[in-house]
Nanobody, 118 residues
Framework: QVQLVESGGGLVQPGWSLRLSCQSS????????MGWHRQGPGNQRELVAA???????EYGDLVKGRFTISRDVAKNTVYLQMNNLKPEDMAVYYC????????????WGQGTQVTVSS
């Protein structure tokens, strides 16, 4: 069973930055994609950013231009650099993976809380 562990969340003020990390217990290139999702209070979980094994990236409309997903293959780690954070970015951020021949994400991590407040 692949385990994903998120870290890097915290309390920041609007306009600040944070970098989240997602450490995988297995080689991340064995998966079709790795994705960051978030769930804010009263909201459904949504895709924030994803990166495929080939290096292609996609972003949710609300974070384009502010968030960047990247990876370190040697460390089996995926990152989410979040700049110019807004109060509406406040959520629990989860990392998950998508296997080849699957449409959905699996093996969700425990999540890391991001709080944006002045």
């Amino acid at each position: 069973q692949v385990q994903l562990v998120e870290s890097g969340g915290g309390l920041v003020q609007p306009g600040w930055s944070l970098r989240l990390s997602c450490q995988s217990s297995e080689r991340i290139l064995t998966f079709d994609a790795m994705g960051w999702h978030r769930q804010g209070p009263g909201n459904q979980r949504e895709l924030v950013a994803a990166i495929t094994s080939g290096g292609s990236t996609e972003y949710g409309d609300l974070v384009k231009g502010r968030f960047t997903i990247s990876r370190d293959v040697a460390k089996n780690t995926v990152y989410l650099q979040m700049n110019n954070l807004k109060p509406e970015d406040m959520a629990v951020y989860y990392c998950a993976l998508r296997h080849y021949s699957c449409t959905g994400y699996q093996n969700w991590g425990q999540g890391t809380q991001v709080t944006v407040s002045s």
